[in-house]
């Protein structure tokens, strides 16, 4: 299974953008990239997925570059409410959560 | 409404004691996953069945039970609890066995063994 690595904590202001930038040196070829987000004493929700290039969804844009080895979410103009832990997972079955990236916003 | 349900929500066992986690889904989905996350971590994978039928064990099995007891519902067993099995339990459930279209968590199961 591939690892993943993110930072471990970002900070932002509300209406400023995030990107939070996953490395998956490992993946493989059929592994898909899915970011999860999480709120204190809830179960993760998941966020968005792609396999190459770029997705983007309601929530978020997630860019993935031709090697598939990093991808990145993008959340536009975060509020307050946008304050979680975020997991990059890559695979397509029993996925592996690391410790994630914890985002602060700030008013 | 539809998706992932675990009961209890919260309990506190003895150290020795049994108990069993229940979960059950309603969106029809073929794999489903238990997962425990301990305070300031990820989660971890403990059990998964990828389709009625089987079971598998993850990545921290040893300690847990479990069983597929029809397509809705899977449930973990703790046979002789102890305190390093204080954690947070997540169930989980997704369509295909795939990441395709995401895994779906319930609300999660808080156990304190002391």
């Known amino acids: 299974l591939a690892k993943t690595t993110q930072p471990i904590s970002m900070d932002s202001y509300e209406g400023q953008e995030v990107n939070i930038t996953c490395s998956h040196n490992?993946?493989?070829?059929?592994?898909?990239i899915t970011w999860y987000q999480q709120f204190p004493s809830q179960g993760p929700r998941f966020i968005i997925q792609g396999y190459k290039t770029k997705v983007t969804n309601e929530v978020a844009s997630l860019f993935i570059p031709a090697d598939r080895k990093s991808s990145t979410l993008s959340l536009p103009r975060v509020s307050l409410s946008d304050t979680a832990v975020y997991y990059c997972?890559?695979?397509?079955?029993?996925?592996?959560f690391g410790t994630g990236t914890r985002l602060q916003v700030f008013p | 409404n539809a998706g992932v349900t675990q009961t209890p929500k919260f309990q506190v066992l003895k150290t020795g004691q049994s108990m069993t986690l229940q979960c059950a889904q309603d969106?029809?989905?073929?794999?489903m996953y238990w997962y425990r996350q301990d305070p300031g971590m990820g989660l971890r994978l403990i059990y998964y069945?990828?389709?009625?039928?089987?079971?598998d064990k993850g990545e921290v099995p040893n300690g847990y039970n479990v069983s597929r007891l029809n397509k809705r519902e899977f449930s973990l067993r703790l046979e002789s609890a102890a305190p390093s099995q204080t954690s947070v339990y997540f169930c989980a459930s997704s369509a295909d066995g795939t990441a395709n279209y995401g895994y779906t968590f319930g609300s999660g199961t808080r156990l304190t063994v002391v």
């Open positions: 997972l890559v695979g397509i079955d029993k996925l592996i």
């Open positions: 490992n993946i493989a070829t059929n592994d898909y």
């Open positions: 969106m029809n989905h073929n794999s």
């Open positions: 069945s990828a389709s009625e039928g089987t079971t």
